[in-house]
């Protein structure tokens, strides 16, 4: 499990780091999301999380997981066994993911949906449970920057079009409060 953790780690600093890149944020300020060891803002926390979804006679009186949006910078998942994860598409409705041998899943949280001011959308997402004898596994990966910095929108335009921040700027520790209290619905309590 340490090993796997280990992986995943270099994996999430690795897409985070591209992302940023990509969105012209500074060597200087990714140290401070990815690395810190400045105890002032705390350092990086990173979550394994193990979910079990056993065969379910009457899937349609329980749910696996409720719709939500993760908090991190980003999620990294690996599922094994039946369908069951589901994102929700505009237009379209819930579409599901189901396993693909192989292959992991990269879930972009709230923070980073702020942090590039919605270029990088957090999906919402849901479980459902399959009326099925197999049992369903998914391990996560939760990649959060150090509590106490605070994440703002970063407006540099990727093209002439001018931006401007569609996210007033937030404390990491402050938005998972905010985010408990409004019972999930984060982003639109910081939105300007």
């Given at each position: 499990m340490e090993e796997y953790q280990r992986e995943m780690k270099g994996l999430g600093e690795r897409i985070i780091r591209l992302i940023l890149k990509f969105l012209g944020i500074s060597e200087e300020e990714m140290m401070k999301l990815l690395t810190?060891?400045?105890?002032?803002?705390?350092?990086?926390?990173?979550?394994?999380?193990?979910?079990?979804?056993?065969?379910?006679?009457?899937?349609?009186?329980?749910?696996?997981?409720?719709?939500?949006?993760?908090?991190?910078?980003?999620?990294?998942?690996?599922?094994?066994?039946?369908?069951?994860?589901?994102?929700?598409?505009?237009?379209?409705?819930?579409?599901?993911?189901?396993?693909?041998?192989?292959?992991?899943i990269v879930n972009i949280g709230d923070l980073l949906h702020i942090l590039s001011n919605g270029r990088f959308p957090s999906i919402l997402h849901r479980v459902m449970i399959q009326e099925n004898k197999e049992h369903r596994f998914s391990l996560a990966y939760f990649y959060d920057p150090p509590g106490e910095i605070y994440i703002s929108p970063y407006c540099k335009p990727l093209s002439d079009t001018p931006q401007f921040p569609l996210y007033r700027s937030v404390n990491v520790k402050e938005y998972f409060a905010i985010k408990a209290k409004k019972t999930g619905k984060g982003l639109p309590a910081i939105k300007i």
């Open positions: 810190s060891t400045d105890e002032s803002i705390g350092k990086p926390h990173m979550a394994l999380r193990l979910n079990s979804y056993p065969p379910c006679p009457d899937p349609g009186q329980v749910m696996g997981l409720a719709a939500h949006t993760d908090t991190s910078l980003c999620t990294i998942l690996h599922q094994v066994g039946n369908n069951g994860l589901q994102i929700f598409k505009d237009g379209t409705g819930w579409v599901p993911l189901s396993p693909m041998s192989g292959t992991l």
